[in-house]
């Protein structure tokens, strides 16, 4: 008869797993933080800083000669990128494909809190201003004359960001802070990226 792990092994195997037993085993710098990050699967972003982000913590934890630096470089290199995984979070490129469903069930309406609507002509004049001048922040769509009045005061533009980007359309290159740098998909993915959309069973395996 087979026994079950104990309560004791499992959370070892726990801490294994999520790269916290012992020594740091991911190694140094750039590749410590590629392989941690493939390791643990995500890293949510988070805005609140105390000592420091939560997501720079994560890897704190678990790579030699971490800085805050490294996620930004390692999305410029492309080995990882941004997304919505139950929260704002850097995943590994390699699970790019994985995002697809929400990505195209955001186009088709079926995420409610992220299908409000945005203007046309915004979503139009935000794509040509970045086909034609590169990567943008929000800020360079800002209009200087008009003040802002809150924090929820969404210019259309902005909207039109945001929904570009949950709908897979953009993708953010880097962060200034907490601000997002935009730009084409097509333009970033790397040409080898598998964009194969899982089906269920395949993507219910991954959410596990």
């Not at 890897?59 to 290199?77: G, P, Q």
């Not at 492309?78 to 955001?106: I, K, N, Q």
Request: hydrophobic content about 40%; proline content about 5%; aromatic content about 12%.
């Amino acid at each position: 008869m087979s026994r079950s792990p104990s309560p004791a092994r499992l959370r070892s195997l726990a801490l294994e797993h999520q790269g916290l037993a012992g020594k740091r085993k991911f190694g140094t710098a750039l590749a410590g933080v590629e392989r941690a990050l493939n390791q643990i699967g995500h890293a949510q972003i988070d805005t609140i800083s105390v000592v420091a982000r939560a997501h720079h913590h994560i890897l704190y934890n678990r790579v030699n000669r971490y800085d805050e630096s490294l996620l930004n470089r390692l999305v410029k290199s492309r080995r990882a990128f941004e997304y919505w995984a139950h929260a704002a979070a850097y995943l590994p490129m390699r699970d790019y494909r994985f995002v697809l469903p929400m990505m195209r069930g955001v186009a088709r309406g079926e995420w409610g809190w992220w299908h409000h609507g945005a203007d046309a002509r915004a979503r139009a004049w935000v794509l040509d201003r970045i086909r034609a001048e590169g990567p943008l922040f929000a800020r360079d769509f800002e209009n200087p004359d008009k003040r802002r009045s809150g924090w929820w005061d969404w210019k259309p533009a902005k909207r039109a960001l945001e929904h570009l980007f949950m709908e897979g359309e953009l993708m953010c290159i880097e962060r200034q802070g907490l601000e997002k740098r935009y730009e084409l998909a097509e333009r970033f993915l790397p040409p080898d990226v598998d964009t194969r959309e899982p089906g269920t069973e395949e993507y219910a395996d991954y959410l596990i």
